[in-house]
């Protein structure tokens, strides 16, 4: 009988002008509340002064959403999301341990963000150094980590997970690398990738939502939990993170570059964080056809 009621169903969409059948009105408004918001992000790119690439991935369905995804942009302290892996890695594979510790040479003391070419030459962990990384995106700290994992290791990494685009070439602050050309360069599609397997990484992801600025975060309402890593130069402005959005995570990759106006990109990474997370909040507490359901 289900089957016959079924093929009626079929029939009489094809027949009567505007009939549905069962779950085409869930599709057909989910579909337009998608491509609302594809519009919306395309319209946050197109409005920025410089070049704007993303790439949204929605966990839940593996849907993604993308503009110049697979352009190469400069990562600035995103790149960092590498040596974050890497350290992993290597802490899963026995060659380095988190409470290992090592003093400060001084030699390895640049300028930029971070608080530790101010401290003399303190020992810290390995632990330590990463977590000033990650939340003050120290370049002291960073530098200490790239030479303890190895650049050539990371590199390696990098190419064992097909991330071809994605180059740790300098360390922190080596401006005269840049100008030879050894930018630290990714994708968005690849940063995306790089965070869908640090995702599978629990102490990892607790690093990363460790709190710190960023303009992805500022785009999220109070409470909601991320796992990301900014980053900026010269007009530059750069966010990619794990979003964990109540019953929808996702990721959120921006990339910005050739920026007449710094802040402009950084109010677009801001603008795209905001309109992904509406989207992606309503699609977890909507349902299959868009009652939101209060806690």
Do not use: W
């Amino acid at each position: 009988m289900t089957r016959v009621l079924g093929a009626a169903c079929l029939v009489l969409g094809a027949l009567v002008p505007g009939a549905r059948v069962p779950g085409a009105a869930a599709q057909s408004t989910s579909d337009e509340l998608k491509q609302k918001f594809a519009h919306r992000a395309e319209e946050i790119a197109a409005r920025v002064d410089g070049v704007m690439g993303f790439a949204i991935v929605d966990l839940t369905s593996g849907e993604r959403f993308t503009h110049l995804d697979r352009e190469i942009f400069p990562t600035a302290s995103t790149i960092k999301l590498a040596i974050v892996y890497e350290l992993f890695k290597q802490v899963e594979e026995g060659s380095v341990r988190l409470d290992e510790t090592m003093a400060l040479d001084r030699a390895k003391a640049v300028g930029g963000t971070g608080v530790l070419a101010d401290l003399g030459t303190p020992t810290l962990s390995i632990r330590d150094y990463a977590m000033l990384m990650v939340r003050l995106s120290d370049n002291t700290a960073t530098n200490v980590l790239i030479d303890r994992l190895g650049m050539e290791r990371i590199a390696k990494r990098m190419q064992g997970l097909g991330l071809t685009a994605t180059r740790l070439r300098r360390h922190m602050m080596d401006t005269a690398a840049a100008r030879r050309g050894d930018e630290n360069v990714s994708t968005p599609d690849e940063l995306a990738r790089l965070l869908q397997t640090i995702g599978k990484m629990p102490d990892a992801v607790a690093l990363l939502k460790k709190s710190k600025e960023s303009r992805l975060r500022l785009g999220l309402p109070p409470g909601i939990e991320t796992a990301d890593k900014p980053g900026e130069l010269e007009g530059v402005r750069v966010d990619a993170g794990i979003v964990f959005a109540k019953n929808r995570p996702y990721l959120l990759c921006v990339m910005t570059t050739f920026l007449k106006d710094e802040h402009e990109g950084e109010r677009a990474i801001e603008d795209l964080s905001r309109t992904a997370y509406d989207y992606f909040s309503r699609l977890g507490a909507g349902g299959a056809v868009g009652r939101l359901l209060k806690p």
